[in-house]
């Protein structure tokens, strides 16, 4: 960066969290932002995620003689270049078209995984087309339709994925004043659920209830015509697979929302339900969304390879429990040996050395990547994820840790002004 300031050029993102979310802000349409920077009620979980770093301090250490650092880890069988993935996030192409496609190709610039949104705008096979041979997992949002679980949960093998993480927490979307002030939901405008209408079992369901319509046995939906409504049409029409023109003259598009709403997600989702994972796949299982000690003991009892402590980025309740605060506890329970990753307050490579140092195997960016893709594309993907692993390998320099194994608690004491 500093050659490159030498010849007049500058990076396409700001390298301060404060000034990417700034400028991001700026590049973003109302909608967008309140999507996917908006956190559940008053804010007070997203406040709490950072609150909790904020009370740890990182302790340098002088002349420990170690001169080059190694952030290679293994996770579930896999050797990764570093203990940072990619989050799902939905609706990407609110920042940026072909949202999907060009996270996928920032991950496989950087050699980062990327944990492809149940709920993205790119089928999920074309995006595993640009991951070229990096390693990605898949996430799932248990549907209603337990056949739509089972096909997606194919695609995903068929295609390559690495492991199948199971969101636990989203089993109906939590209170999101910013989105409900503006009454927007992306998935109402079809924007979204590519992986639901790039499905056959998904599709079908779209054409058995058309067919309802049709002879009466499901009544149509109201509709009233407004300017916004013709808005919602068009865009609804052309996320959807196929000719914009064909699609116009179709009841599916609309039929598609329809079904999505419907049943994306299964608010009577149970341990019953995840015990059938081990039979319904071969890949390794994560289940994302655990902040209870019992929860995560229960989620190895059923099988799960690796949990994920998240509280979603502070979007499904307002006032829980920090994620951090929370791997804190669950590590302490479960012990060293089981595979532990943390989502949600992640912003920098130092939050990336706290979280290790406090027992996480690998960390979740979800929100600063979207930032990136809505400044500068693929690019600013990229210029994001290298800029966190910069910090966390300049923090491991001047801590003396040589490797990932060696960022351990000892390194972090309370912070005494938090």
């Keep these: 960066m500093y050659r490159a300031g030498v010849l007049g050029r500058r990076p396409a993102v700001p390298t301060d969290f404060a000034e990417l979310e700034r400028r991001a802000r700026e590049a973003s349409s109302a909608k967008a932002w309140a999507y996917v920077a908006g956190g559940a009620g008053e804010g007070r979980t997203m406040r709490t995620n950072r609150a909790a770093f904020d009370r740890w301090a990182v302790v340098p250490r002088m002349a420990h003689g170690q001169a080059t650092r190694d952030l290679s880890t293994e996770l579930l069988g896999r050797r990764l270049d570093s203990p940072v993935l990619l989050a799902p996030v939905g609706a990407g192409a609110l920042m940026g078209r072909d949202s999907d496609v060009q996270i996928a190709r920032a991950g496989a610039a950087t050699g980062t995984p990327y944990v492809f949104s149940n709920q993205g705008c790119n089928p999920l096979e074309q995006t595993a087309a640009a991951m070229g041979g990096t390693p990605w997992w898949f996430q799932l ?29 989203t089993t109906t979307l ?7 002030n503006l009454g927007s939901l992306p998935f109402s405008r079809g924007l979204g659920i590519a992986q639901y209408t790039s499905d056959p079992r998904f599709r079908d369901l779209v054409r058995q209830r058309v067919a309802a319509v049709r002879d009466g046995t499901l009544p149509e939906s109201d509709v009233v015509i407004t300017l916004g409504a013709i808005r919602s049409l068009l865009s609804i029409t052309r996320e959807f697979p196929g000719r914009f023109l064909d699609n116009l003259r179709s009841p599916e598009p609309r039929a598609a929302v329809e079904t999505f709403l419907d049943i994306y997600s299964n608010p009577g989702l149970s341990w019953a339900h995840l015990e059938t994972l081990r039979e319904r796949t071969r890949l390794p299982v994560v289940l994302k969304g655990i902040l209870h000690p019992d929860d995560a003991r229960r989620a190895y009892d059923v099988g799960a390879d690796a949990i994920v402590v998240s509280n979603h980025g502070g979007r499904q309740v ?77 923090t491991m320099a001047l801590t003396g840790a040589a490797d990932l194994a060696s960022v351990t608690r000892e390194m972090l004491v309370p912070n005494p002004s938090a």
Excluded: C, K, M
């Design 141 to 169: 949002y248990w549907s209603t339709d337990e056949a739509l679980v089972d096909s997606l949960i194919g695609r995903a093998e068929d295609a390559g994925a690495s492991a199948l993480v199971v969101t636990l927490d």
């Design 174 to 180: 939590g209170w999101r004043p910013q989105d409900l």
């Design 318 to 394: 307002d006032g829980a429990i920090a994620s951090l605060d929370a791997l804190v506890t669950i590590r302490e329970e479960v012990g060293d040996e089981p595979t532990v990753l943390l989502d949600s307050g992640i912003r920098t490579g130092s939050d990336v050395f706290t979280a290790l140092a406090l027992g996480a195997d690998a960390v979740l960016l979800g929100r600063p990547h979207l930032y990136g893709l809505a400044l500068a594309g693929q690019r600013g993907v990229e210029e994001v994820v290298r800029n966190v692993l910069a910090e966390l390998e300049l």
